[in-house]
């Protein structure tokens, strides 16, 4: 079974902190993506990554930046955390470049106080 | 702006009954998938469907894909309590990246 894991269910910040999100997955799976989720909004992809060291701009990546020093590690950096990035935040992996099935982690539900 | 946009909102039918979801896209696509989500919970992935089929069966779900129509549309059988979830279609765009549908947002009652 693939696994993705994020580093925590629940995580309450406040405004002006730094806010790390990490995603790790077993399946070497070359391609990740941070997503967020807002009611009303769907899903919208922030970051992705196609290899380890390398980054895309998603759609909304203003206030966000990503990380991908190990192929199994995909982490989301708030640089300073605001209210409008309260928001379920789930974490991707993708098996080719224009595929097609993705598996989620379990999501991170982030509150910024 | 939506590639994959489901219809309806929200669904409510009692357990034993059908339930049906559509989703329409603007663009060609090479596939279209269903994805299930869980209340507060990750995206799981239900069935893929290829732009040359037509009707796909998994179990209790059946999806079909019109190409002309630019739709989708996912059956599920014998609904149980358990299904209730919200459903999302997604496609890829130009740039190759998954895009979803704001979803369906299913109850089953007992």
């Known amino acids: 079974d693939v696994k993705v894991t994020q580093s925590s269910r629940y995580l309450v910040k406040r405004t002006g902190e730094k806010v790390f999100l990490e995603c790790v997955q077993d399946?070497?799976?070359?391609?990740m993506f941070w997503y967020r989720q807002d009611p009303g909004l769907g899903l919208r992809l922030i970051y992705f990554s196609y290899d380890v060291k390398m980054k895309e701009k998603g759609d909304i990546p203003e206030g966000y930046s990503v990380s991908r020093e190990k192929k199994e590690r995909f982490s989301l950096i708030l640089e300073s955390a605001s209210t409008n990035q309260t928001s379920m935040y789930l974490c991707a992996i993708g098996g080719s470049r224009r595929s097609d099935t993705q598996y989620f982690g379990p999501g991170t539900r982030l509150t910024v106080l | 702006s939506q590639q994959g946009e489901e219809d309806p909102q929200a669904l409510s039918i009692q357990e034993g009954e059908n339930a049906t979801m559509n989703c329409s896209y603007k663009t060609s696509i090479n596939n279209l998938q269903w994805y299930r989500q869980n209340s507060g919970r990750g995206l799981v992935h239900l069935i893929l469907?290829?732009?040359?089929?037509r009707e796909k069966h998994s179990g209790r779900l059946r999806v079909t894909l019109d190409t002309s129509k630019k739709s989708s549309s996912l059956l599920i059988t014998a609904s149980r309590a358990a299904d209730t979830a919200s459903y999302f279609c997604a496609t890829h765009n130009q740039g190759g990246k998954l895009i979803f549908g704001q979803g369906t947002e299913l109850s089953v009652k007992p």
């Open positions: 399946m070497d799976h070359e391609n």
């Open positions: 469907i290829r732009s040359n089929e």
